[in-house]
């Protein structure tokens, strides 16, 4: 396929997503590859239907990006797919007793992947097995969006501050295996990261806000923290800046993990929902946009 025949189907939403189609994930030429890296810095997240990946196949597509990560721990344990430690398994199943996967049913509160870390992944994949019909929607928010329209009043209270992103507890609400949550933010485990940071891939400032629960910006008492965080999550994740994803089996979504969040409805606990999930844990160079010298 030539580059300018990959086709961009459609437009999800005004400021973020895009799906494209006329192209097979499993058999990208290096030219094929390239123009989709430029489609998902352009569009943040990327929606291919009908993709009939097995796990190998997932894993080699998502090499092409980077580094992967093992698969992490999803609600108390780490539940990952038969012989590919890099994919994790979100599920709602059980299978003789045992969850196949974790996440379960419930509703996800807007978040980023695991920027609890030092250094958050930049993208993740996930590719659809099983999904019900009409619920379990995935939404995505632009927080590339959210930072361009930051106004004077909200970007000077966020400049050169520090946030706290914890560890203690996982989208779910449930508190991670192994962790003791602390009452003192200094204490807590997590990550410390600029409010307003670079984008490691794309050199662009964003929002890097992770999840809101026990969030917390140094220098500042718990209460002006709160108001800070409660006006800042409010204009970041405006409507205008969202886009809604329905699943269908054999549907793979890429999203860019540091320029997005996402969130996720709860559905029927006797729907099967079975998705496989890979991580990029950062860019190969080749891909990055390069920092100009001064």
């Not at 939403?13 to 810095?41: K, N």
């Not at 580094?67 to 398994?89: R, S």
């Not at 996402?262 to 729907?271: E, I, M, V």
Request: hydrophobic share 40%; glycine share 6%.
């Amino acid at each position: 396929m030539k580059e300018d025949q990959l086709l961009l189907s459609k437009q999800i939403a005004p400021r973020i997503g895009a799906e494209v189609s006329g192209l097979s994930l499993a058999h990208l030429t290096e030219t094929d590859f390239a123009a989709l890296i430029q489609l998902w810095r352009e569009h943040l997240v990327l929606v291919f239907r009908d993709q009939l990946l097995d796990d190998n196949a997932l894993v080699a597509f998502a090499r092409r990006f980077g580094d992967l990560d093992k698969a992490p721990p999803l609600d108390t344990a780490t539940l990952h797919a038969p012989a590919f430690p890099e994919i994790a398994v979100v599920s709602n199943v059980v299978e003789n007793g045992t969850p196949i996967g974790g996440l379960g049913h419930g509703d996800l509160t807007w978040h980023a992947d695991m920027t609890f870390q030092e250094e958050p992944p930049v993208g993740c994949i996930l590719n659809a097995r099983e999904t019900p019909s009409g619920s379990g929607f995935t939404f995505f928010v632009s927080l590339r969006a959210a930072t361009q329209d930051l106004s004077d009043d909200l970007r000077r209270p966020v400049a050169g501050r520090i946030a706290l992103h914890d560890k203690s507890y996982t989208s779910a609400g449930t508190l991670r295996q192994g962790v003791d949550p602390h009452a003192d933010p200094a204490q807590r485990p997590g990550g410390r990261h600029p409010l307003v940071a670079r984008h490691p891939s794309w050199d662009e400032e964003i929002l890097l806000l992770g999840r809101r629960r026990n969030s917390y910006v140094f220098g500042l008492d718990h209460g002006e923290s709160e108001a800070l965080l409660d006006t800042i999550w409010a204009h970041a994740t405006r409507d205008d800046y969202v886009m809604r994803h329905e699943w269908r089996p054999n549907d793979v979504v890429l999203w860019d993990n540091l320029a997005t969040m996402h969130r996720r409805d709860a559905f029927a606990s006797d729907a099967r929902r079975i998705l496989h999930r890979a991580q990029i844990r950062r860019l190969k160079p080749a891909f990055r946009v390069q920092v100009q010298a001064a």
